[in-house]
């Protein structure tokens, strides 16, 4: 069992970054693959980041363009989003997932997820 508890949300304006974290519980934390999520008011949840538990290799959205960056720190049992250059579309609920296994790019292969934490990027 993983919880998954994210932070970091908030109001900024157009141009400015957030960096979103996501504190796991449980000793098996490191052997997950975790991924970051949104979805915006009547859209469908999206892929954004992806991370794997092991190598640490990470996968991105096309729409991300070098503006996000994942990461993790096994040993503190959080997961971490920065964004830069926000854009209004940003504007999100950002939620952040474990898998055990299968294509970290699809949410259907996550296990937990978090509560999520809202982003608003004003222009």
């Known amino acids: 069992q993983v919880q998954l508890v994210e932070s970091g949300g908030g109001l900024v304006q157009a141009g400015g970054s957030l960096r979103l974290s996501c504190a796991a519980s449980g000793r098996t934390f490191s052997t997950y693959g975790m991924g970051w999520f949104r979805q915006a008011p009547g859209k469908e949840r999206e892929f954004v980041a992806a991370?794997?538990?092991?190598?640490?290799?990470?996968y991105y959205a096309d729409f991300v363009k070098g503006r996000f960056t994942i990461s993790r720190d096994n040993a503190k049992n959080t997961l971490y989003l920065q964004i830069d250059s926000l854009k209004p579309e940003d504007t999100a609920t950002y939620y952040c997932a474990a898998s055990r296994r299968g294509d970290l790019k699809s949410a259907s292969f996550y296990n937990y997820w978090g509560q999520g934490t809202q982003v608003t990027v004003s222009s």
């Open positions: 991370i794997t538990w092991f190598a640490g290799n990470t």
